[in-house]
């Protein structure tokens, strides 16, 4: 077992604010890595008062000497990675194939997917949609399972194999957006000159992502794995439907950057000290009313990717210790602890539900969770200002409280807590991750 490399996911309905712990971890890290997800994630990481919205770059970028990977398991979207790199690098950070790898087993995003990501949503009732983030990841990772309508990252550089898949799978998607959409047809001749010049400017980056990294893993190099999305949000293990389409939790990890079960390495879980979800789907601890409005104007809660307006709740213990158990996580990170000023009077935490006449601690993901009753434990809140503490020590006796009793509920220690956005509003409690191997 890896006892250097750390993942870093998120145990809640993402946007837990993993890129602030990414970025804090990857500068002891040779590497970061994403495995899962793409164009969907926002991850924002504040760095010398400027304030940097990341989607499909790895977040270790601005740290001069990490090498950023995008792993196999990444849906590549072109021209929003090249727009990403392009903003990078007008802003004077260092971006090229010294420092930014692409795997050339990835899949990539096309115009149809994102077309049929819309077309799919707008023809849900309003039950059943998903309130994708219209990145075409669904349609992707679809693609991807089907195989013979896949597109790869390797595909782009070869002018003859994409002419011909372009050609084929858009003249299909053509056929069916017309008939099921009466959906307008794309033009294949121009979609596949563009991204065969995507493919040339990216080319000097792809790279066989999985074999890198595990000559990594062999020479003694830290590997920091960055998750997407939240835990809850797994295909597989989160809210189904109502989920992305890929798997997000540490359990990905191995799949979607070509390593070792056994490098995972040690893992930590990000929360926030409430609990935030964008799109449908069901949410237990959800305060559609003043609480939740105040939760979401303190902690802005708006889409990095899309500006939605996040929905916001009480912090849900049955949902994060389900997620941390799930992914084998070490130590927690505790996201937006909330500034005393002007807070509420109590704060509560969810530590089981009620549903048929049962009473539930263990999270089901087959639950009918939009029907479940939360018991509810409340903690005083404190008042004092908190975004210039530097030690645990000095946080006020009831935060300190609400830290502990989440550690207790989840059966997990809080190694690290943030108190505000920039880089050293970071409280260090017991954290083993600056003693990691
Ligand atoms: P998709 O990943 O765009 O297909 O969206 C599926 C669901 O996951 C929707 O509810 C999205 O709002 C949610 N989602 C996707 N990526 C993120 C993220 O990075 N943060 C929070 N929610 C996300």
Redesign the pocket.
């Known amino acids: 077992m890896s006892t250097r490399n750390v993942t870093v996911i998120g145990l809640q ?3 837990e604010g993993k890129g602030k712990v990414v970025d804090a971890v990857a500068r002891s890290c040779r590497y970061v890595v994403r495995y899962c ?1 793409g164009a ?3 991850h924002s990481v504040n760095v010398g008062g400027q304030k940097y919205a990341l989607h499909l770059i790895p977040s270790g970028i601005l740290n001069a000497n990490t090498r950023n990977v995008i792993g196999n398991g990444v849906v590549f979207d072109p021209p929003e990675a090249l727009h990403e790199i392009d903003d990078l690098l007008g802003r004077g950070v260092k971006i090229g194939p010294e420092n930014l790898f692409i795997s050339g087993a990835a899949h990539v995003v096309m115009p149809w997917h994102k077309l049929g990501d819309k077309l799919i949503e707008q023809s849900l009732t309003s039950g059943k949609k ?4 219209a ?1 075409g ?2 349609p992707c990772y679809a693609d991807k399972a089907t195989r013979s309508t896949a597109i790869r990252v390797c595909d782009l550089l070869d002018e003859a194999v994409l002419k011909e898949k372009v050609q084929s799978i858009c003249a299909a998607r053509n056929a069916t957006f017309a008939a099921l959409y009466a959906a307008e047809p794309m033009d294949a001749q121009a979609i596949f000159a563009e991204y065969l010049a995507y493919g040339r400017r990216l080319a000097p980056m792809v790279c066989d992502a999985g074999t890198m990294l595990r000559a990594a893993c062999k020479a003694g190099e830290r590997i920091c794995f960055e998750g ?3 835990s809850m ?1 797994d295909i597989d293990h989160g809210t189904f439907p ?4 890929s798997s997000v939790t540490a359990c990905g990890v191995p799949g979607g950057a070509g390593i070792s079960p056994k490098e995972i390495g040690y893992v930590v879980g990000v929360v926030k000290c409430y609990t935030s979800r ?4 069901p949410f237990p601890t959800e305060q559609d009313n003043e609480t939740g409005q105040f939760l979401r104007t303190r902690g802005h809660e708006f889409g990095t ?1 899309t500006g939605r307006p996040r929905r916001c709740g009480w912090f849900d213990a049955v949902a994060v210790r389900y997620a941390a158990e799930l992914s084998g996580v070490d130590e927690l990170g505790m996201m937006l602890l909330l500034d005393g000023e002007g807070q509420l009077e109590t704060l509560r935490i969810c530590t089981g539900y009620k549903y048929g006449g049962r009473s539930i601690t263990e999270f089901d993901p087959t639950l009918p969770l939009e029907r479940v009753e939360c018991v509810y434990e409340d903690l005083p809140a404190w008042q004092e200002k908190i975004a210039d503490v530097k030690r645990y020590e000095d946080l006020p006796a009831a935060a300190r409280r609400y830290v502990e009793r989440v550690e207790q509920l989840i059966g997990r220690p809080i190694g690290l807590l943030s108190v505000g956005l920039r880089r050293e509003q970071t409280i260090l409690h017991n954290s083993k991750l600056d003693k990691l191997g």
């Open positions: 309905w993402g946007d997800g969907n994630a926002g998903i309130g994708t983030t990145r990841i669904g997407g999305q939240g949000l109502f989920v992305t389409s964008v799109g449908t789907g990717t």
